[in-house]
C-alpha cells in the first residue's frame, strides 16, 4: 500500500466536515479549554506558507487538550471590513462584499486543506450584519455610560443625570473633556435638553471631538497610528498630515490605570507587556501653570521634574496647541505658519522617533515664570506632541537632553540649578545626592525633597499641583471609509442620537462611488438613501429630511479594530439574535485561555479589545476583564528574496534613460578591482557611453539598486532566464544585461518578510499538492521555537516528507498492515515512553520543534527494533495526530478503529519503562577501551570483577596473563592494569 497522501487528506478533510468531528458544544461534562487565533483579513492574494504559522500551533495544542479529555472551543472566522477591499473596489467599481466573499472562499479553501480543527459551525465575519449588529449594540452601550473614578468602573448615564438633577457636577470625579464648567442643580434644570445633550457629550464613553488626526487626502481617510510606515499610509504609500477634524472618540483613556495594572494578572509575553506600559506611559509628577504675559491666557504643562522650575529658561509648544494662532506676535506669523504648515506633513511617529532633527520657531510671546515672575520665550517645535499630555512642555536645559540641544542650537540661555553637577557633559541629574539650588525653598534638598517642596509651593499659589499623567489618549473612532461598521447615529439639531437597539443592524446602504463626495464629504455621502425616519424606524431618501421626523445618519464608519475587539465572546454564541451571547454561554467558557497572534497588534487590537472587555465587566456582560489569561507571539516565516541590480546611470539614447542590470558578482569583482563602468561595455551600449561621457568614474555600490525577481522564476542554480524575465517584466525588452550567460542572469538572495511585494511568497497550496499538509504542519513546526523568526527553504521540506513515508512503512508494508497483538520489547516500551515524556513536556511548553525531532528519533528506533507490537504503534499514533492529523486518522482507521482519532485519550507516561536494570560497561585494558559488556546494575563489584575475567574476550586480551589490578566503578566503567 502507497503512502498517497493527497487521497488521504482529501478524505478526512471531508469527513471532519461531513461530521462536525470538532463542532464544540456550550455544555459539557468534561473541563472547558478556549483556543483562540487572531483571525485573518481576506485579502485577494490568498494565504502564503507564513500565514498558518500560528494557526498550526493552536491546532496542535487544540488538538492536544481533545486527547487530554477538554471540551475545546477552537473556532475561527474572518476580519473582513478594511481598506483593502475598498481600495480595490475604488479601481474596479466591484462591490467590496464581492471581493470579500470571493477571497473569504478562498481563504476557506486553504485553511481547510492545512487540517485545522476549527469549529467551523461559529464561524463570524465582521463585515456580517448580523455580527456588527453587536459591535454596534456595544457602541450605544459606551454613548449611554460615563467613568466615575470613585467607584472605578464604568456606571449608566442615567445615574449622572441623577446626580446632575441632585447637585450639580461640582463634586463628580469622572473622566470628562477638559473644557468642562462646574454648574449646580438649578443650572442643570435650567439647560435646555440641547445644552444638557451638549454637556453629557463631555462624559459619555464614546463621544464628538475636534481631534487632531492623521488624514491621508489620497486614500481620503483619517489612519490610526499603526496604519502609518515612515510617514506614509501603509497602503499604497501615499503621505500623510495632521489635521483637526470632528471624530467620533473613546475615552480609553478612563480606564489607563486599570489597564496597565491588569497586565500582572495574565500570562502574556514579557515583550507585549512592555509595549503596552509603554504606550499607556504612566508618569508622577506635576501639572504647572504658566500665565501668558500681556494675554489673559495661560500655559498648562505636565512635569515628572516640579523641582526643576527654576531651570525654566523657554517654554515649547507643539505646533497644533491652540494658543499658537493667538499669541504669536505679527511680525513672527508668516515664520510661525509656515513651519506649522511643514510640521503636518509628518506624523506623529515620525516626530516621536527623530531624536536628530532640531528645528523650531520663537511665537514672539513670553509666559511669566510662577516664582521668579521673569519673561520666559514661547517657542514651538515638533518634538512636542499635541496629543502627549497638555501639548506644551517648561523646557528645562540643564535637566533634559533634547531641551540642551534645543537651547545649543538657538542660543537660549542655560542655567545651572544643580549644585556640582557639569551639565555639558552630564544633561539630566536625578541621583539622590544631587542638591537642588537657585531658591530659598528648594535649595539644598535633594531631588525627592525637592520635588514635594516644589508641589507643595505651587499649589500654595494656586498656579500647579501633584498629578499622575498617561501617554495613552483616547481612541479615535472615526473612519471617512464606506467599508465599514456604520454608526448607530442620527443628528437631530447637530447633536447625535442613538438608534434604539431593536432597530439594530443599521445596514451599510448601496453608492454608486466609494470615494469622498465632491464637497469632500466621506463616501457614505454617496448614498441617495441614507436617512433615519424616526415614525418607522427604517431608513428612507435621504431627499426626504425635514429635521423633525426625518433626519441625516452619520456619513462616518467604524475603524478596523471595532470589529475585533468582542470577536473572542461573541464567539461563544455566535448564532444569538437576541443578545451578544447568553449568559450560560459566557459562563461555560469564561475566558479564551490561550490567544495565539502577531505581536504587531500590541498597541492596536490587543490594547482596544482589552478596553472593551474591562467596560463590559463593569456593566455585569461578562465575567471577567481580562479576556484571555496566555498569549502567545508567533514568529514569523522569512521569505528567500531574489534580486537582479539595476545601475542608476544618467546613459540615454534618443533622450531617453538606458536600463542596464547586472548581478552582484559583476559589482563585487569591478569595485574590488577598482574597474571603471566601461571595461564592461561593448558594442552599442560601449559606444552610448563613450557618446555621452568624456570622463569615466569608478563603480561604488551606491551606483547599484536592487531590483526583485519573481522567485518562481529562479532555478535551483539561482539563474533566471532572461526571456522569462521580460515576460514577467515586459518594459525591461529595451534593457542591457551584464553578466548573461546561456540566456540567463545570476540573481543574489537575500531572507526578508514573506510579502507579495517582494515577489519571494510561496503559495501553501503548492506545498500542499506536492508534498502534502501534514509536511507542510510538521515543517513549519520543525524549522525552529514558535516565538523565532525562522527563513523557509522549501527544499527543507523534503526531511520531514521522508519521515512521514517511512512512519507510513512502519505501518503498512507492500502486502498490508505491518501491525501485530505481539507483545512489545522492554526496548518498543522505553522508546514509546520516553517519547510519551518528551512529546508531552514539549507541547505543555508549546517547544513544538523538539516535538518533530522526537517524533523522528522514535520512528527510527522502532524500525530498528522491527516493532509491529499493536501496544506501541496505537499510542505513537496518537502523539503524533495533532502534528499530522491526516496520516494518523488513516492508519487508526487502518487499525480498525472506527471512531476519529481525535477522540482517543492521550497515552500516559510510565516512568518504570525508562528505568534502566542494567549498564552497558567499557571494557578497559591500560585504559584504552576494548568491548562493552551488558551487566546488571544491582551487581556487586566483586561479582562484576569475576564475571568480567570470565569473559571470553578478556581472555583474548589478557592472553594468558594475570592482570595487576582490576578497577571497578560501579554503573560507570571497569579498567584492568597489566
Not at 236 to 245: A, D, E, L
Not at 479 to 484: E, K, L
Amino acid at each position: 500500500m502507497r503512502y498517497d497522501f493527497n487521497k488521504i487528506e482529501a478524505k478526512w478533510q471531508k469527513y471532519w466536515a461531513d461530521n462536525q468531528t470538532f463542532k464544540a458544544e456550550n455544555d459539557s461534562d468534561k473541563p472547558k479549554y478556549y483556543v483562540l487565533d487572531m483571525f485573518p483579513y481576506p485579502s485577494g492574494a490568498g494565504l502564503h506558507v507564513g500565514h498558518p504559522l500560528g494557526y498550526i500551533a493552536s491546532d496542535i495544542y487544540a488538538r492536544y487538550k481533545r486527547h487530554k479529555g477538554f471540551n475545546v472551543l477552537h473556532p475561527q472566522g474572518y476580519d473582513s471590513f478594511g481598506l483593502p477591499a475598498e481600495q480595490y473596489a475604488i479601481q474596479t467599481g466591484q462591490h467590496p462584499a464581492i471581493t470579500t466573499e470571493a477571497n473569504i472562499k478562498t481563504y476557506r479553501r486553504q485553511l481547510d486543506q492545512i487540517g485545522f480543527s476549527f469549529d467551523w459551525t461559529r464561524e463570524v465575519r465582521t463585515s456580517d450584519p448580523k455580527y456588527y449588529k453587536w459591535t454596534q449594540w456595544i457602541f450605544i452601550q459606551l454613548f449611554e455610560s460615563w467613568y466615575n473614578y470613585d467607584s472605578d468602573k464604568a456606571e449608566d448615564i442615567d445615574a449622572l443625570i441623577k446626580i446632575f438633577e441632585a447637585e450639580g457636577n461640582a463634586n463628580v470625579n469622572a473622566a470628562s473633556d477638559d473644557d468642562v464648567t462646574v454648574f449646580s442643580a438649578d443650572d442643570w434644570k435650567r439647560f435646555s435638553s440641547e445644552e444638557k445633550q451638549g454637556l453629557l457629550l463631555k462624559y459619555r464613553l464614546t463621544y464628538l471631538a475636534e481631534t487632531e488626526v492623521n488624514w491621508c487626502p489620497a486614500l481620503g481617510t483619517v489612519l490610526a497610528n499603526d496604519e502609518i510606515v515612515n510617514g506614509v499610509s501603509e497602503r499604497g504609500g501615499h503621505p500623510v498630515i495632521r489635521k483637526k477634524m470632528t471624530q467620533w472618540s473613546m475615552r480609553i483613556s478612563a480606564y489607563a490605570e486599570r489597564l496597565l495594572q491588569g497586565l500582572e494578572t495574565i500570562d502574556w509575553t514579557d515583550s507585549l507587556k512592555e509595549s503596552q506600559r509603554n504606550w499607556i506611559g504612566k508618569s508622577v509628577g506635576a501639572s504647572v501653570t504658566f500665565n501668558v504675559i500681556n494675554y489673559d491666557a495661560n500655559i498648562e504643562v505636565f512635569t515628572t521634574r516640579p523641582d526643576t522650575i527654576f531651570g525654566v529658561s523657554f517654554m515649547t509648544l507643539a505646533p497644533e496647541h491652540e494658543l499658537v494662532s493667538k499669541i504669536t506676535t505679527d511680525d513672527r506669523k508668516e515664520e510661525v505658519n509656515a513651519y506649522i504648515d511643514a510640521t503636518a506633513k509628518r506624523s506623529e511617529r515620525d516626530r516621536m522617533a527623530d531624536v536628530k532633527t532640531i528645528s523650531g520657531v520663537f511665537t514672539g510671546a513670553y509666559a511669566e515664570h510662577p516664582f521668579t515672575k521673569e519673561a520666559i520665550p514661547i517657542w514651538i517645535g515638533d518634538y512636542v506632541l499635541a496629543s502627549y499630555g497638555t501639548g506644551a512642555v517648561m523646557a528645562v536645559p540643564c535637566g533634559d537632553q533634547r531641551d540642551y540641544d534645543f537651547a545649543k542650537h538657538f542660543n537660549i540661555p542655560i542655567p545651572n540649578i544643580f549644585d556640582g553637577v557639569d551639565i555639558s557633559e552630564e544633561a539630566f541629574a536625578s541621583k539622590d545626592n544631587v542638591k537642588i539650588g537657585n531658591s530659598d525653598f528648594l535649595d539644598g534638598l535633594n531631588y525627592k525633597k525637592a520635588t514635594k517642596r516644589a508641589i507643595y509651593e505651587l499649589e500654595q499659589i494656586g498656579q500647579g499641583q501633584g498629578k499622575t499623567n498617561y501617554r495613552l489618549r483616547d481612541a479615535v473612532f472615526s473612519r471617512q471609509r464606506y467599508w465599514g461598521e456604520p454608526f448607530p447615529v442620527y443628528y437631530k439639531n447637530g447633536l447625535p442620537q442613538m438608534i434604539d437597539v431593536e432597530h439594530l443592524p443599521l445596514n451599510l446602504p448601496e453608492v454608486e462611488k466609494y470615494l469622498p463626495t465632491e464637497t469632500g464629504e466621506p463616501p457614505l455621502g454617496n448614498a441617495k438613501v441614507w436617512a433615519w425616519d424616526t415614525t418607522t424606524n427604517a431608513v428612507v431618501e435621504n431627499d426626504r429630511i425635514d429635521n423633525e421626523t426625518v433626519f441625516p445618519l452619520e456619513l462616518n464608519t467604524m475603524p478596523g479594530w471595532a470589529g475585533s475587539s468582542q470577536y473572542f465572546n461573541r464567539y461563544m454564541d455566535p448564532h444569538n439574535d437576541e443578545e451578544i451571547f447568553s449568559k450560560d454561554a459566557i459562563n461555560y467558557w469564561q475566558q479564551v485561555d490561550l490567544y495565539i497572534g502577531g505581536s504587531e497588534h500590541a498597541t492596536g487590537h490587543l490594547l482596544y479589545s482589552r478596553f472593551w472587555q474591562k467596560f463590559m465587566f463593569d456593566k455585569g456582560y461578562v465575567p471577567h476583564d481580562e479576556y484571555a489569561k496566555k498569549l502567545i507571539n508567533q514568529g514569523m516565516i522569512l521569505g528567500t528574496s531574489s534580486f537582479i541590480f539595476k545601475w542608476n546611470t544618467s546613459l540615454k539614447k534618443n533622450d531617453k534613460p538606458i536600463l542596464i542590470y547586472t548581478n552582484f558578482e559583476i559589482i563585487d569583482e569591478i569595485i574590488h578591482k577598482n574597474m571603471r563602468f566601461e571595461e564592461l561595455f561593448s558594442g552599442e551600449l560601449k559606444e552610448l557611453f563613450d557618446t555621452n561621457f568624456h570622463i569615466s568614474s569608478k563603480a561604488k555600490y551606491e551606483n547599484f539598486s536592487p531590483m526583485h525577481v519573481d522567485v518562481s522564476l529562479v532555478n535551483s542554480s539561482s539563474l533566471v532566464e532572461i526571456d522569462d524575465l521580460i515576460k514577467w517584466r515586459p518594459e525591461l525588452e529595451k534593457a542591457h544585461f551584464i553578466g548573461i550567460e546561456n540566456g540567463c542572469i545570476k540573481v543574489k538572495h537575500d531572507v526578508e518578510k514573506m510579502s507579495k511585494s517582494k515577489y519571494n511568497v510561496v503559495n501553501p497550496d503548492e506545498i500542499c499538492e506536492q508534498y502534502g499538509a501534514d509536511s507542510l504542519r510538521l515543517y513549519e513546526m520543525f524549522l525552529g521555537p514558535l516565538e523565532q523568526y525562522k527563513p523557509w527553504n522549501t527544499a527543507g521540506i523534503t526531511g520531514v516528507h521522508s519521515f512521514l513515508k517511512k512512519l507510513w512503512k512502519l505501518y503498512v508494508g507492500q502486502d498490508g498492515l505491518n501491525v501485530t497483538d505481539a507483545e512489545p520489547t522492554k526496548d518498543n516500551l522505553k522508546t514509546l515512553h520516553k517519547t510519551i515524556k518528551k512529546v508531552e513536556e514539549d507541547v505543555e511548553n508549546f517547544s513544538f520543534n523538539t516535538s518533530v525531532s522526537t517524533f523522528m528519533i522514535a520512528v527510527n528506533e522502532l524500525t530498528a527494533q522491527k516493532c509491529t507490537s499493536k501496544k506501541i504503534l496505537e499510542p505513537l499514533l496518537i502523539l503524533i495526530s495533532p502534528y499530522a492529523p491526516h496520516i494518523a486518522e488513516e492508519l487508526w482507521e487502518t487499525l480498525g478503529h472506527t471512531k476519529s482519532i481525535s477522540t482517543a485519550p492521550f497515552p500516559i507516561f510510565d516512568e518504570k519503562h525508562l528505568v534502566e536494570s542494567s549498564k552497558n560497561y567499557p571494557i578497559s585494558f591500560n585504559g584504552k577501551m576494548r568491548f562493552t559488556l551488558e551487566l546488571p546494575l544491582d551487581m556487586s563489584k566483586e561479582d562484576i570483577e569475576k564475571t568480567v575475567l570470565a569473559y571470553e574476550k578478556t581472555q583474548e586480551q589478557l592472553q594468558g596473563r594475570t592482570p595487576k589490578k582490576v578497577i571497578v566503578v560501579p554503573g560507570k566503567i571497569v579498567n584492568i592494569v597489566g
